[in-house]
């Protein structure tokens, strides 16, 4: 029997999707995010999810159109209704998915803000001077060597556990979105930044063993609720780097120096399949708006050795 309420619809939906495919908290915070505000524009609108009909939901992406959101915004809450109405549909709370037919805006193809190859060198000089402490710098190098020699997510890389990098490792595993695994090998300056960093650490788990505490799990602890350094800490760490490395801290974030990683990778010539799998992309179409920089390396490479294009 279907829920009475739409926020129980909402909630319920978010259980079974937890428990059934183990989805990430951040997935769940925007699917709630994304529910909870059609839940009130349904509200204002005297509309319930039990008998809204596909027309609803049309216009209810007019209305999130005409507030400015995004197209990625706005793909994305399409994408949170129909994950709940096939739920509802498969759970038989309605007999009809009114959001099986609708096509979204789309994803935009165009590439996303990057970093020359001298930007982030100018980040990862200025990050071994940027902290309080001798342990922040430490820290700060090596998230910044380790986020541009993996190309990781920032979640993905506050949330490593210690136990993933011992014993200088040449790759690490990472796990990923959806819970996927996958191995991402470490450059030589992220390894010495990586070494700098565990010593410290080692220091600091010894103090707190001292004082019967138990040592932190993960690579970069805190004493959040998390347990490890935020998302939010990281990027405002990364806003000051910016600013010391003489960027325009605007252009600078976590996600900019994961897409600098596939950039300068794919203009060095590195396959699209590799760059794929190093990025945990589940289909390559989503690695597909970096193709314009091999397109651009073909067209220098013809212009630059084919005999019909020489003056």
Request: glycine share 6%.
């Amino acid at each position: 029997m279907a829920p009475h309420q739409d926020y129980q619809w909402i909630s319920t939906f978010l259980d079974a999707t937890t428990a059934e495919s183990g989805a990430a908290r951040n997935t769940q915070l925007a699917y709630g995010r994304d529910l909870r505000d059609f839940a009130d524009w349904a509200q204002a609108n005297a509309l319930q999810f039990q008998t809204l009909t596909r027309a609803d939901i049309e216009t209810y992406l007019v209305h999130c159109d005409a507030q400015g959101l995004a197209r990625t915004t706005r793909a994305r809450r399409l994408a949170s209704i129909r994950a709940m109405y096939r739920f509802a549909y498969a759970e038989g709370w309605r007999k009809d998915d009114p959001a099986s037919r609708i096509r979204g805006p789309g994803k935009s193809k165009k590439l996303p803000d990057t970093l020359s190859q001298d930007d982030v060198t100018a980040l990862l000089d200025a990050a071994r001077a940027t902290g309080r402490t001798p342990a922040d710098r430490l820290r700060n190098t090596c998230l910044l060597e380790l986020l541009y020699a993996t190309g990781l997510r920032v979640t993905e890389l506050v949330g490593l556990p210690v136990a993933a990098v011992r014993g200088d490792p040449r790759m690490i595993l990472v796990r990923g979105k959806g819970g996927r695994e996958r191995m991402v090998p470490l450059s030589q300056p992220a390894r010495t930044a990586l070494t700098d960093w565990l010593a410290q650490w080692d220091r600091q788990a010894a103090e707190l063993r001292a004082r019967r505490q138990p040592e932190p799990r993960f690579l970069f602890p805190s004493n959040g609720r998390e347990g490890h350094f935020s998302r939010v800490g990281f990027f405002l760490v990364l806003k000051e780097i910016a600013l010391k490395a003489g960027l325009d801290p605007t252009r600078v974030s976590p996600h900019v120096l994961r897409h600098a990683f596939a950039t300068h990778l794919l203009a060095g010539g590195a396959d699209l399949r590799a760059i794929q799998t190093l990025l945990g992309h589940a289909d390559v179409s989503t690695t597909e708006i970096y193709t314009h920089v091999l397109e651009e390396r073909l067209k220098a490479l013809v212009l630059d050795h084919h005999p019909l294009a020489k003056p």
